[in-house]
């Protein structure tokens, strides 16, 4: 298996009433680094400039970042050509792959750019992949898990040197970033691009971490079904049975909502239920379910019920 390192950089309109709807990025940039997931070897390279059509004019705040001018863009590739290049290139010679960003947006944008130019998207469903920037976090025990891919490679010295916000390059510095991690930090956190997401049919999705589980629920047409429907249910992160809430849903700071369950084997956990913007009419939410100490339920269930007593 490889890993497929890719950075994309994209344009985007000078206002929110000029944007396209469905593009609200155009990507002008697809860099990438091909690892051998065994050897850790950088097998192949791959970069494209793109000649955008939609968002023709670099915005402002683009030029001041990117490492690309208007003529760059102008001799740039179709995205049409760009993208198949790419995808035939990410799969040549039959090899198995896994993504591999820093951060959680680019896999995103590649697949609605791949869907407003009627590219065929190869990808059915929600995609595991490495987020470096997040598996960086977890193995340097670092609670901010946005930290800048420039503040880690310059903290990690990495020898090779090129310029930050060029497709290329970034791709190259989250390669040096993701050879240093534990392969079995990499198996163990996988993250999940949810673009193209399950329909109500679909029972869901679970991803169980170490210290936690992550529960996603079939996806709705409106909001009002995915809250009158039986998707707040919580499991327990160990053994996965359901789990008994103690107190209601209540709402932290209007789109995160917090309970405490408990599993008759395992004890008290604490349940995060978030609710997602929709895309395309799909409604669904993520429960992030996490084991706690009894101390903690019983301060937060006091906490919880105090001010439940006082309104």
């Known amino acids: 298996m490889n890993y497929i ?8 309109a000078p206002t929110v009433e000029e944007a396209r709807p469905g593009l609200p990025f155009e990507i002008i940039e697809i860099g990438a680094v091909k690892v051998s997931a065994e050897t850790l070897q950088t097998l192949d390279m791959f970069h494209r400039i793109i000649e955008p059509v939609v968002y023709p004019e670099l ?15 102008e001799a740039g590739d179709s995205f049409h050509e760009a993208a198949t290049d790419f995808l035939s290139w990410c799969g040549a010679g039959g090899e198995e792959y896994l993504f591999a960003t820093w951060g959680s947006g680019d896999l995103k944008e590649l697949q609605r750019n791949l869907e407003y130019f009627h590219i065929r998207n190869p990808f059915t469903g929600p995609i595991k992949y490495a987020d470096v920037q997040q598996l960086y976090a977890i193995s340097e025990n670092e609670t901010n898990q946005s930290l800048s891919l420039e503040s880690v490679a310059q903290k990690m010295r990495i020898s090779w040197q090129g310029r930050y916000h060029a497709a290329l390059s970034d791709a190259r510095y989250t390669a040096e970033i993701l050879k240093t991690l534990d392969p079995e930090l990499i198996e163990t956190y996988p993250a999940l691009d949810t673009y193209h997401y399950p329909d109500e049919k679909n029972e869901g999705l679970m991803l169980s971490y170490p210290d936690h589980l992550i529960l996603y629920s079939p996806s709705f047409k409106t909001r009002e079904e995915l809250e009158n429907s039986h998707t707040s249910i919580l499991r327990c992160p160990v053994c996965k049975k359901k789990s008994k809430r103690l ?3 209540h709402s932290g700071n209007g789109r995160a909502y917090y309970t405490i369950a408990r599993c008759q084997t395992h004890g008290p956990m604490r349940g995060r239920r978030v609710f997602h913007d929709p895309e395309e009419d799909i409604h669904y939410t993520t429960i992030t379910i996490k084991q706690i100490t009894e101390e ?16």
Request: charged share 30%.
């Open 247 to 249: 107190i209601p849903w």
């Open 296 to 311: 903690e339920a019983e301060h937060i269930v006091g906490k919880i019920r105090e001010r439940g007593r006082r309104s």
């Open 5 to 12: 390192v890719f950075d994309l950089e994209w344009n985007q």
């Open 59 to 73: 915005f402002s705040h683009t030029r001041q970042v990117v490492a690309l001018n208007q003529k760059d863009l």
